[in-house]
Each structure stands twice: as C-alpha cells, then as structure tokens.
C-alpha cells in the first residue's frame, strides 16, 4: 500500500457534481493498494494513519494526531500513486492490485480507522472523482 497524507483545514470530494465527501480540520488521505500488499498491509495503515504524530500542540511541536485534534480524515482510493514512471513516457500501474482486491483492502483501512472513534469520509471507488483542499501547513 501507499499513502499521500496531508493535513488540510478543509476537504472535500465531489463525483458528477455531487459532494460525496467533505471534512474540516483533518487529514486528506489518498491510498493506493498494491499487488502484493496482504490484510496485514491494511491494517498497518489503518493503525498508523490516525496515530501519525503530525499536528502541531501548545509548544508548536508535532505531538498531535488527527485523534488528538478532534479531526476527521477523507479517504481517497487513487491507485495512480503504483505508477512507475522509471522507462518510457507513460507510467506503467503493473504494481496495482486489480479493482476488486484493492477496493476489499480499501474499505477495511476505512472500516478499521472508523473503529477507532475517527470520522472517516469517503469518496467513491474507482469513481472519476473532483477533490478540493485547503492545506494546514506549519
């Protein structure tokens, strides 16, 4: 699996026009499944993701998680980031799981970090989807 994380002060998804998901304060997570990523994979990511030590406390440090703000994540299925753009013109997805595995392995990231008391938004699998962010920089 891979993961782009980025904390943002507002996010949202929209698929043909419609918002599908939208969150404050948070994280914006796009993930790709592997080939031969495995349940151990997923779950990795749904243990980390939320505990990622990545938002600033009162001393400006990064001791804070997304659990630790009160913020929400949204989850971006996007198997573009298993590109491999290292011959040629055009980025071979060869490492990419197909659709079926990597959607299985997608919603068990999302159900297991909703199990942690997290907001999780979506957007939809293997959808054309429009996503919009505010960036939270230090």
Do not use: W
């Not at 997570?29 to 243990?47: N, P, Q």
């Not at 938002?55 to 298993?82: A, E, R, W």
């Not at 011959?87 to 595995?101: H, I, T, V, W």
């Amino acid at each position: 699996m891979r993961a782009v994380i980025q904390r943002v002060s507002q996010a949202k998804v929209e698929v043909e026009g419609n918002t599908v998901g939208q969150i404050g304060k948070g994280l914006l997570v796009y993930i790709s499944v592997g080939l031969d990523d495995t349940e151990s994979d997923a779950k990795f990511f749904a243990d980390k993701i939320p505990a990622l030590r990545i938002f600033p406390d009162q001393q400006d440090k990064m001791n804070l998680s997304v659990i630790g703000v009160g913020g929400s994540i949204l989850l971006v299925s996007n198997f573009t980031l298993h590109g491999d753009c290292r011959k040629g013109r055009r980025p071979s997805f060869d490492q990419a799981a197909k659709p079926e595995l990597a959607k299985q392995f997608y919603e068990m990231v999302d159900e297991l970090i909703r199990q942690q008391g997290v907001n999780v938004q979506t957007g939809v699998f293997a959808a054309n989807m429009q996503v919009e962010s505010i960036n939270d920089d230090l």
